[in-house]
T-cell receptor, first 114, second 111 residues
């Protein structure tokens, strides 16, 4: 069964460094998302992406964040200058058609900022 | 702003009992509602999706109901097993197809 994959599974970085989190959505899906979950808190929406552009972003998704679909399979989240409070589990999700179909989530990347 | 609440936050049941997990949301203008399972330190596994026009959805031992007008959904798990121990998350799709999540119901099934 097709699934969303994410790399790396765990990333440790120092404050102020740039990180890129990678995702491979399910191949026939057209809508892509990033969410994050800070330890012990709710899963929070960051951004949605369709047709090579951002369709919606939350207030969390400030100028430090960017997303890109550099080729036909990958979907990336870049954090330019990481802060301690960016430490969280980051989930990528995709769906075939929004908003009627399920969003399928990847296993997540645990980002630790020291 | 859409707020999703799940009650109870945690519960323990003996194996074989039925589980009832509740979810409420503040804005009834939703497209659909999804229930997920999350194991510790892991990703989210989609269990059921209920469209806003539906009243319930079933998959095996799982049954989810939706009352959109009152902003409520209930997930029933029949004849619980130790393998059902996990956190169950409720999420609604609203706005420009973003998901808003509850904090989850942490379930322990005691053998």
């Amino acid at each position: 069964e097709p699934e969303v994959t994410q790399t790396p599974s765990h990333q440790v970085t120092q404050m102020g460094q740039e990180v890129i989190l990678r995702c491979v959505p399910i191949s026939n899906h057209l809508y892509f998302y990033w969410y994050r979950q800070i330890l012990g808190q709710k899963v929070e929406f960051l951004v949605s992406f369709y047709n090579n552009e951002i369709s919606e972003k939350s207030e969390i998704f400030d100028d430090q964040f960017s997303v890109e679909r550099p080729d036909g399979s990958n979907f990336t989240l870049k954090i330019r200058s990481t802060k301690l409070e960016d430490s969280a589990m980051y989930f990528c999700a995709s769906t075939r058609e929004a908003p009627l179909y399920e969003q399928y989530f990847g296993p997540g990347t645990r980002l630790t900022v020291t | 702003k859409q707020e999703v609440t799940q009650i109870p936050a945690a519960l323990s049941v003996p194996e074989g009992e039925n589980l009832v997990l509740n979810c409420s949301f503040t804005d009834s203008a939703i497209y659909n509602l999804q229930w997920f399972r999350q194991d510790p330190g892991k990703g989210l596994t989609s269990l059921l999706l209920i469209q806003s026009s539906q009243r319930e959805q079933t998959s095996g031992r799982l049954n989810a109901s939706l009352d959109k007008s009152s902003g409520r959904s209930t997930l029933y798990i029949a004849a619980s097993q130790p393998g059902d121990s996990a956190t169950y998350l409720c999420a609604v799709t609203y706005g420009n197809n973003r998901l808003a999540f509850g904090k989850g119901n942490q379930v322990v099934v005691i053998p």
